[in-house]
């Protein structure tokens, strides 16, 4: 009896000491377990449906199931789907076949698209990736069944009617098979590494990347073969720029089957968008050199811009800031008359580092669908809002995140009114007037800004931003009345970049 009254008080006093110890744990030990997930790398950064991708961040939950991770492209709905197992700092998920009804969607199919990510863990992320950060993830690769290698002859892999057996071209990707199965590639597969840009124009971009114009005379070489180049054997170089214009060979990619879906040649001969040419355009001098061979002057898809806008009555506007006149859309410089330069605006590429036009436009300065904005503007550029956020990284955003436009869209929102005179933020300042806060001197000074004796290199009109209501105008129609203490935006967030506040430039130049 004895012992057990003993043994019960030792029960009785570890209890205690358990309790005791529970009341004398740090508040902050619960409270880890409730901050808010971040995420600080995704790999791959390009995959398909089906694949594995790992998130490596702080404040994930540990187990299995514990997680969920929220995808969201931009302007589309929002998928949670439930993590596997997951640490403290790294977790992974299977990318679910449901995701494909939440893609963009091409030729009435599930194409490639950048989803935005966050984490749910006790609590929700505060935001979404940045563009940098969030993966692009494509429809699930379609199965062959023996991989690389010939398709079975009584098959159909491109379902065009014609047998493999006597089809040059089973996949139809521009490659004939007995190629395919030199290089490798998956004859049965448009798209053999999975990563959206089709095996074919793969192999033409890299053979025009190769082709050394230094040499006499001047030939395309093979196919290289090896990195750095566009591969069709790489998944993860779709978003890779090859040929430096700016543009990514998965944007060069959409615009070429932009091009043919509008009449061009679909063959691969001659690309009219290559990511192994900055000016796809082209004609042969007399050593066989490739030269740019696509004026600014006259460029068609300009004059089809210029149409468009005075058919809606754009041609001349008034702006805010300015009720008393009317100003031609492409006056930028407000001087009452249209330069050639403004006229030929496109052309702001240059041969050399002072940025001298060249009279030529390479696949950036290009404008394919004609709204009067250039693919490199709306794809990566001053039509998106992360550009303005790396460029004046002192200058507070707006509380609205606006979305950008589509180089190979026209009329991005569907209002019937095409991209570049249209208004992102609704502040009466047409896209194509608040672009670039340096062609407001360059129009008339050319690139040498400030130029020896203008009359004001920088006006205040010139701090323009598409995705700022309140630039450059702070009484314009949706610059909010109400501007908050804390985290104002520009231009109520303080004096000019440099801290003295004594650089005007910084306001209006790029």
Not at 137 to 153: L, N, R, S
Not at 196 to 218: F, H, I, K, M, T
Not at 254 to 270: E, F, P, R, V
Not at 377 to 396: F, H, I, P, V
Request: with cysteine.
């Amino acid at each position: 009896m004895e012992l057990r009254s003993r043994h019960r008080l030792q029960l009785r006093r570890a209890a205690m000491t358990a309790a005791l110890g529970a009341l004398l744990v740090p508040a902050t030990a619960g409270a880890a377990t409730k901050k808010t997930p971040t995420i600080r790398k995704v790999a791959p950064k390009t995959m398909n449906v089906g694949d594995t991708m790992t998130l490596t961040g702080n404040y994930f939950r540990r187990g299995k199931g514990k997680n969920s991770v929220l995808f969201k492209r931009d302007r589309g709905k929002q998928l949670f789907v439930k993590a596997n197992v997951s640490t403290a700092k790294r977790l992974t998920v299977v990318i679910p076949k449901k995701l494909e009804k939440y893609m963009a969607i091409k030729n009435g199919q599930p194409a490639p698209t950048r989803f935005r990510l966050r984490v749910l863990s006790t609590r929700l992320g505060k935001a979404f990736t940045s563009v940098k950060l969030s993966p692009t993830i494509g429809p699930e690769k379609p199965k062959t069944g023996a991989g690389p290698g010939p398709a079975a002859p009584d098959g159909d892999c491109d379902g065009d009617g014609v047998l493999n057996g006597v089809d040059g071209d089973d996949d139809n990707d521009g490659l004939p098979d007995t190629l395919e199965l030199q290089l490798k590639l998956d004859s049965c597969s448009a798209d053999t590494d999975g990563d959206g840009v089709a095996d074919g124009y793969e192999y033409a971009s890299a053979v025009d990347l190769n082709n050394d114009d230094y040499r006499n005379p001047s030939i395309s070489l093979p196919y290289p073969g090896k990195r750095a180049y566009p591969n069709p054997l790489d998944s993860t170089d779709a978003n890779t720029d090859y040929d430096g214009d700016g543009l990514t060979m998965a944007q060069e990619y959409a615009l070429w089957k932009y091009t043919i879906a509008n009449g061009a040649d679909a063959s691969l001969q001659n690309l009219t968008y290559s990511d192994g040419l900055q000016f796809s355009i082209y004609r042969r001098d007399a050593n066989g050199r490739r030269v740019p061979n696509l004026p600014a002057a006259g460029y068609t898809k300009h004059l089809a811009f210029l149409t468009a806008v005075a058919a809606n009555g754009y041609s001349t506007v008034t702006l805010p800031d300015d009720p008393g006149n009317t100003y031609a859309l492409l006056d930028f410089d407000r001087d009452h008359a249209v330069s050639p330069q403004e006229d030929q605006y496109l052309d702001w590429h240059g041969t050399g580092w002072n940025g001298t036009a060249d009279g030529h436009l390479s696949d950036d300065e290009r404008d394919e669908d004609g709204d009067g904005l250039s693919n490199w503007a709306e794809d990566n550029g001053w039509l998106t809002s992360d550009w303005w956020k790396g460029r004046y990284d002192r200058e507070t955003a707006f509380r609205i995140t606006y979305v950008g436009t589509s180089a190979t869209d026209p009329d991005s929102d569907g209002d019937g009114l095409v991209d570049g005179a249209d208004d992102q933020d609704h502040d009466n300042y047409p896209n194509v007037v608040e672009q670039d806060r340096y062609q407001i001197t360059w129009a008339t000074h050319g690139f040498d800004v400030p130029a020896a004796s203008p009359p004001n290199s920088t006006p205040a009109y010139g701090r323009v931003n598409p995705f700022n209501p309140c630039l450059p105008y702070i009484y314009s129609r949706t610059c909010p009345t109400f501007i908050p203490f804390k985290g104002a935006w520009a231009p109520f967030d303080g004096p000019p970049y440099d801290p003295g506040g004594s650089d005007p430039n910084y306001l209006v130049l790029r």
